[in-house]
Structure formats: C-alpha cells, structure tokens
C-alpha cells in the first residue's frame, strides 16, 4: 500500500494540521510505502515571501520529524526538490474540464473572500491548485491519501482527473483512495470555526508557552455563572479541544464537572492548557534538539527527494509514453 500527503508551509503549524494531517500520516508509516512531503509549490498561491517560505519550509520538517515521522519508515522530502509534479501538472491539465475545477468549494470559498478585498488576489495557481495536487498524488501511484475533511472534495477531484486521463490514454495511473478520521476531521478554531491560519483562529503546536496560555485563556465562553449546570457540555470549544489532548477518562470528567455545575470555565480552559502542553513535551524536546543541527534537516530532505524522483521520473515517463510525447 503506497500512502501520500503533502503540508503547505505557509505558516506555524496548529491543531487542525496535526489532528487532520500529520497524526494520521505518522501513525500510517507503519502500515505501508509512505511518501511525505513539504508542499512549497502549493505555498504560492497565498505566499510571496521568499525568506518566509524558506523558513516555514524548514519548521514543517521540524515539526513532522519532532511529532515522530521517521525517514527511515517513509519517504519526506520538499516538493521543489522533484519538478516532476510541474509537469505531470500540465499533462493533467489538458484533460481536466473547466467546469470541475470551478465546482471546488475552496476555491469558491477563497474567490468570495479575496474579491472582497482585492481582486487581483485571485490567481491562476488557486484555481488549478487540485490539478497540482492530483499530480503529488498520482505521480507516486498512491493506494491512500490521509487528508482533512476539508480536502476530501480535492481527493474526488484526483480521482475524477486519473479516471478520465486513463480513458484517454490508457491504463496510466492508480485511481487513489481518501483516509480520513471522522472524530478529528475537522478540529475547532478558538472562535468555533475550523481551525485555519487563514482565520487566525490557531492553537500552534510549538509556539511559546505564554503566547499558547494567553490563547486559550482568552477562548470566549457564555455567561453563564459557575454554580449553573450545563447539560450541552459536550458542545463547548474548550471540551472538544480537550478530548484530543487528554486522556479519554480526564477529558470526561471535565465534561461531566461542566455538566452537573460548579466547575468554572477558568478552571475548564486551565486544564486544556495543561493537558495541551503535556502532550507535546516530548516533541518539543526532540524538536528543539533537531533545530540545533539543520544540515541534518536538509540532508533528511535531499535523500528523500533522490527516493522520490526514482519513483516520479518513472511514472512521468508512462504518462508522456502514453500521451505519445515520449
């Protein structure tokens, strides 16, 4: 089973990215050929910032090798370091029609909030940005593709894209497969929406300890009194937030302590900090220590991109083959 996904490095990653994104592609090394990599090419269409782009291309890599991702399990490299998916772009392009790319509720979604503020925002790369993505997938022949809820339209999208490449020109690419874990699909933003750096609504996974405490500190709840129970306890953000931070049996007492009354947010929202900077003690620690020696960060890459080209140059040479540009 050949396993794929790919994280943008447009900014410090959160909760959602690792809840939606990392978590699953970690625990996913163990049960097959897994191929992971830094989406520096995706980064470009809400990016522009070289310095920056550089500089976010390297925490992912230090935050997916602290949170556990092992180079000698999996394939991890940056995608710039395989032009491959560039040009396996462009051949995809030819056969995807307007009308599917249009239907993308991301795209959609990002049009409406550029254009209310500067239309020239809106690009060519967000508009073709699931053709680019289909091509990272396809180009490895990936069986499974660990993603976001919010992605899984992208994955029809790939699949749609190789269907219909395949009936044109042959049987040229594995039609890939979603996996996504319905619990933490979608991992609330501080404001109730999804969390997205795009919302400005994120708990970062290693930011400072006083930023992180200040944040969820500051998470707005009703106005309800202390003393006064609340039987919809399971829908608070600061619950929800907790049951992925903390052990099944703590996270339940809180709740119930919120339900029956006389358990303060304050008190609630203390122990998600808690709890939160427990769980990542451990990748902090490693992370730190990988941060001390960043030759050993890029080495990691360059051998996982040398890995990958192997297989990207090969199923490139199939597609051309097929489309008679060989």
Known sequence: MRILTGIQPSGALHLGNYFGAMLPAIQLQEQGDAFYFVANYHSMTSLADPVARRKYTLDVALDFLACGLDPARCVFWKQSDTPEHTELAWLLSTVTPMGLLERCHSYKDKVAKLADGDAGAVNHGLFAYPVLMAADILLYDSNVVPVGKDQKQHLEVTRDIAIKFNNTYGNVFVVPEPRIREE?????????QKMSKSYGNT?????EEKAIRKKIMGIVMDSRAVADPKPDAEKNLAVQLLRLVADAATARES???L???????????????????????????????????PAHIEAVLKDGAEKARVV????????????GLD
């Open 184 to 192: 933490v699909a979608v991992v609330p933003g501080l404001d109730g």
């Open 203 to 207: 708990i970062e996974i290693f930011a």
């Open 255 to 257: 709740e119930e302590k």
């Open 259 to 293: 339900r029956a009354g006389g358990f303060g947010y304050g008190d609630l929202k203390k122990a998600l900090f808690e709890n939160y900077w427990n769980y990542f003690a451990a990748a902090r620690a490693r992370r730190a220590e990988l941060a001390a020696d």
């Open 312 to 323: 990207a140059r090969r199923t490139l040479a199939r597609a051309k083959a097929a489309c």
